[in-house]
Nanobody
Framework: QVQLVESGGGLVQAGGSLRLSCAASGGTLSSYAMGWFRQAPGKERAFVAVIGWSGGTTYYQDSVKGRFTISRDNAKNTVYLQMNTLKPEDTAVYYC?????????????????????WGQGTQVTVSS
């Protein structure tokens, strides 16, 4: 069973940047689409971005387009989320998730029910 561990969260001022990492153990991520989700206080967990197994396709939530970049390094078994121009409304616990799928990612990957396994999350707090 693949296990995911997120890291890189923290406290940052509005306009700042953070890079989240999601490292896998117990298996290789090379056959998985990988997504990032977030859960803000008092809200349901929501889709942020997803990347296909080879890194060739990505899909983003509209509110993070142009600010966040998802990427992966299959040799390191790690997925990243580069977050720039952070806003207070980006404050949330960020989770990575994997779905066994070899193909281009689709808008349907916004559905968290499509993912097979999840990490424990990392807190991101953006102060105004």
């Amino acid at each position: 069973q693949v296990q995911l561990v997120e890291s890189g969260g923290g406290l940052v001022q509005a306009g700042g940047s953070l890079r989240l990492s999601c490292a896998a153990s117990g298996g290789t991520l090379s056959s998985y689409a990988m997504g990032w989700f977030r859960q803000a206080p008092g809200k349901e967990r929501a889709f942020v971005a997803v990347i296909g197994w080879s890194g060739g396709t990505t899909y983003y939530q509209d509110s993070v387009k142009g600010r966040f970049t998802i990427s992966r390094d299959n040799a390191k078994n790690t997925v990243y989320l580069q977050m720039n121009t952070l806003k207070p409304e980006d404050t949330a616990v960020y989770y990575c998730a994997g779905r066994r799928y070899v193909g281009p990612v689709l808008p349907s990957f916004r559905d968290q029910g499509r993912y097979d396994f999840w990490g424990q999350g990392t807190q991101v707090t953006v102060s105004s």
